[in-house]
């Protein structure tokens, strides 16, 4: 099975600060990696498809990158409706999330 | 507008069976892979089961497997869960999701139905 590991766990930061979260991968995944997140109570909101492949209405100021076993999701300029859960996601062989990452206030 | 609603979530004890139903709308249900997905109080997202749309290939986590059945009624856009020897460790959220293509990422979640196991 492939194992997802998110870090860090938990994130403090402010509004306007550059936020990125790792993900990465027991084995290669090329790039069918996906990024969610979620608000306490809510069902998970995909973001990124493919490892970077902004979904229709995600703000431009989320972006993905990586391929094989380390990626990353980064918020350029962090907004006070982005702090939530992010989660990772590999749909290369089954489905396997990370452990997710707490982005909080700093 | 893509809707999905599960229902059928509850206390059950220890060893008991539950069935989660997961209704459709606003999309052509029949075309598309479906999922379960689960979440404990305060823990992350674990993955459960999925169904291709013909029903043909089903998949199901170590962590259900000989225990969760799923499956799907095209006819009436409704997925499943049949959940059975059920543990305390099975109590959480669980939340049915869309295919986005092919066996994929999930691009509509339901609101989630709670599951909790509990003597």
């Known amino acids: 099975d492939i194992q997802m590991t998110q870090s860090p766990s938990t994130l403090s930061a402010s509004v306007g600060d550059r936020v990125t979260i790792t993900c990465r991968a027991s084995?290669?995944?090329?790039?069918?990696l996906a990024w969610y997140q979620q608000k306490p109570g809510k069902a998970p909101k995909l973001l990124i498809d493919?490892?970077?492949s902004l979904e229709s209405g995600v703000p431009s100021r989320f972006s993905g990158s990586g391929s094989g076993t380390e990626f990353t999701l980064t918020i350029s300029s962090l907004q006070p409706d982005d702090f939530a859960t992010y989660y990772c996601?590999?749909?290369?062989?089954?489905?396997?999330f990370g452990q997710g990452t707490k982005v909080e206030v700093k | 507008e893509v809707q999905l609603v599960e229902s059928g979530g509850g206390l059950v004890q220890p060893g008991g069976s539950l069935r989660l139903s997961c209704a459709a709308s606003?999309?052509?249900?029949?075309?598309?892979?479906m999922n379960w997905v689960r979440q404990a109080p305060g823990k992350g997202l674990e993955w459960v089961s999925y169904?291709?749309?013909?029903?043909?290939?089903?998949y199901d986590a170590d962590s259900v497997r000989g225990r969760f059945t799923i499956s799907r009624d095209n006819a009436k856009n409704s997925l499943y869960l049949q959940m059975n020897s059920l543990r305390d460790e099975d109590t959480a959220v669980y939340y049915c999701?869309?295919?986005?293509?092919?066996?994929?990422?999930?691009?509509?979640w339901g609101q989630g139905t709670l599951v909790t196991v509990s003597s």
């Open positions: 999701a869309r295919d986005k293509g092919g066996e994929t990422d999930f691009d509509y």
């Open positions: 606003g999309f052509t249900f029949s075309t598309y892979g």
């Open positions: 169904i291709s749309s013909s029903s043909r290939t089903t």
């Open positions: 084995q290669s995944i090329s790039t069918w």
């Open positions: 493919k490892a970077s």
């Open positions: 996601q590999q749909y290369n062989s089954y489905r396997t």
